[in-house]
C-alpha cells in the first residue's frame, strides 16, 4: 500500500502526526492573533466608536469569533482532513471546488496585504534608524526579503513551523513586545480621558462588531490545515480559543489606544511611528518579525487549498503562491480594506454555520465521504450569504455576520432533519 504524506489535502494525518497539543496550540493561534494587521484595525474603529465602544466591540467580537473558530477547529481533529477536505463532508467533493478556489483568492489577498504591511513598517524603521535616503529603507527591498522569508516558512510546513520556532522562543519574544507596548501606553497615556471621550460616530456597534469578528472568521477556511495535527479535541478547541482570543483581543485594543493617544489623524503612518517611538522600535521590530507567520499561514493554507484543486504537491504550490503573492505585493498599494474583512465574512460566515451543523448536528462528528453534490447544504449557505448582503445594505446597524451565520445554519438543520438522519447521509 502506498504511503500517503502527512501533508495531503485529501487524505486524514496518521496517528503518529497528530503531535500538537493545547500548548502548541495557544502558541500559534496567540501568535496568529497577534500582527500590525490586527493593530490596524484597532485603528479603524478607534475614531468611530471612542475608546469604550472599540473595546467593547473588541471583546464581543473577539469572544463570538474565536468560539466559532475552535469549533471548526475541532472538525479539523475529528476528521484529520484539511480545511478543504472538511467541506467536501458537507458540500460533497464536486461542491468543495466553490469554496476551495474562494479560499485560494483571498489567502493570496490576505498573503499579499500582510507582506505590504511588513514592507511599509520595516521601511519606516530603517528610515528612522538609517535615514530616509538610506538603502535599507528601499521599500521593493523589505517586499522581497518578507515575501521570500513567508515562502520559506510555508514550504517547511506547519509542524516545523509550530515545534521548533514559535513554541521555544517566538512566543516569548512575542508576550514580551506586547507587555512592553502596554507598559508604555499605560506610562505616557491619560487613559482615564481617552475613555471619557466618545467616538464620532462614523461607526455603530454593530458595524465594528462586524469588523471584529472578521478577523477570527477570516481563518475559518484554514484552520482545519493545522488543527488536524491536534492530539485530542479538548485541547485544540481550549488552545485555539484563548490563544486567539487573548492576542488578537490585547492587540486590537493596543491599536485603539496607541491611536486615540498618539496618533489622532489615524493614518496608518501615524500609528507606526507612534509604535515605533516606543522602546526604540523594538516592540513593533518583534511584532513586525511575528507577522511573517500571518503571512506563512496564508500561503501555506493557499497551496493546501490549491491541492485539493489540482494534482500538485502541497510544498510546490506554496512556492508558487509565495511569489505570486511577493508579485502582487510589489505593485499594488495597500488601500483601506474594510470592504474586504466584510466581504470574507458575508462568504465564509453563513458557509461555517452550515459546516457546524453538518459535523455536529447530522453527522454527530463522524466522517462520511461524498462523491457529489449535496444541494441542501448549498441551497442554505447561498441563502446565508444573501441575507448577509441583505441585512448589510438594509440596516447594517443590525450587523450582519451573527444572522448571517445562524440562518445558514438553521436552514441546513431543518432540511437535513426533515430529510431524516440517514437520509442526510446519502
Not at 500538537?20 to 468611530?48: E, I, T
Not at 517586499?143 to 514550504?155: E, P
Not at 481550549?238 to 493617544?261: H, I, R
Amino acid at each position: 500500500m502506498t504511503q500517503i504524506s502527512a501533508f495531503s489535502p485529501d487524505h486524514p494525518v496518521p496517528p503518529s502526526q497528530r503531535v500538537l497539543g493545547g500548548r502548541d496550540l495557544f502558541s500559534l493561534w496567540f501568535s496568529l492573533g497577534v500582527g500590525l494587521m490586527v493593530l490596524q484595525v484597532g485603528a479603524l474603529l478607534a475614531p468611530g466608536l471612542g475608546l469604550a465602544g472599540a473595546l467593547l466591540a473588541i471583546v464581543l467580537g473577539s469572544a463570538v469569533g474565536v468560539l466559532l473558530l475552535a469549533a471548526v477547529a475541532v472538525t479539523g481533529c475529528d476528521t484529520g482532513l484539511s480545511a478543504m477536505a472538511t467541506l467536501g463532508l458537507t458540500l460533497g467533493r464536486q461542491g468543495a471546488r466553490v469554496p476551495a478556489l474562494l479560499n485560494v483568492l483571498q489567502l493570496v489577498g490576505w498573503g499579499a496585504f500582510e507582506i505590504i504591511v511588513m514592507r511599509d513598517a520595516a521601511s519606516l524603521l530603517a528610515a528612522r534608524t538609517f535615514g530616509a535616503h538610506s538603502s535599507w529603507s528601499n521599500p521593493m527591498l523589505w517586499t522581497l526579503c518578507f515575501g521570500a522569508l513567508a515562502t520559506l516558512l510555508a514550504v517547511s510546513g506547519p509542524l516545523t513551523f509550530v515545534r521548533k520556532v514559535l513554541r521555544r522562543w517566538g512566543i516569548w519574544l512575542l508576550l514580551g513586545a506586547c507587555l512592553w507596548l502596554t507598559w508604555n501606553l499605560l506610562a505616557k497615556a491619560d487613559l482615564a480621558a481617552l475613555w471619557a471621550r466618545p467616538g464620532d460616530g462614523s461607526l455603530s456597534l454593530a458595524l465594528g462588531f462586524d469588523i471584529v469578528i472578521a478577523m477570527p472568521l477570516s481563518w475559518l477556511p484554514l484552520i482545519a490545515d493545522y488543527s488536524r495535527f491536534g492530539q485530542r479535541a479538548s485541547r485544540v478547541f481550549g488552545g485555539t480559543a484563548l490563544g486567539f482570543f487573548l492576542g488578537n483581543a490585547w492587540l486590537m485594543s493596543l491599536g485603539v489606544a496607541y491611536t486615540l493617544a498618539f496618533a489622532p489623524s489615524g493614518e496608518v503612518n501615524a500609528l507606526l511611528m507612534a509604535l515605533a517611538g516606543a522602546g526604540l522600535g523594538l516592540p513593533l521590530l518583534l511584532i513586525l518579525l511575528d507577522e511573517s507567520e500571518n503571512a506563512f499561514a496564508d500561503i501555506h493554507s493557499a497551496a493546501v487549498s490549491g491541492g485539493t484543486l489540482v494534482r500538485l504537491k502541497v510544498e510546490h504550490l506554496a512556492l508558487a503562491i509565495g511569489l505570486l503573492c511577493t508579485l502582487i505585493a510589489l505593485l499594488a498599494p495597500l488601500a483601506q480594506y474594510q470592504n474586504f474583512l466584510l466581504l470574507i465574512g458575508s462568504v465564509f460566515a453563513p458557509l461555517f454555520g452550515v459546516v457546524l451543523v453538518d459535523h455536529f448536528m447530522l453527522r454527530r462528528r463522524e466522517t462520511l465521504r461524498l462523491d457529489g453534490l449535496r444541494w441542501g447544504a448549498l441551497l442554505a449557505w447561498g441563502v446565508g450569504v444573501a441575507v448577509y448582503h441583505g441585512i448589510a445594505h438594509w440596516a447594517p446597524e443590525v450587523g450582519a455576520t451573527l444572522p448571517a451565520l445562524l440562518l445558514a445554519g438553521g436552514l441546513y438543520a431543518l432540511l437535513g432533519l426533515s430529510r431524516g438522519r440517514g437520509t442526510a447521509r446519502a
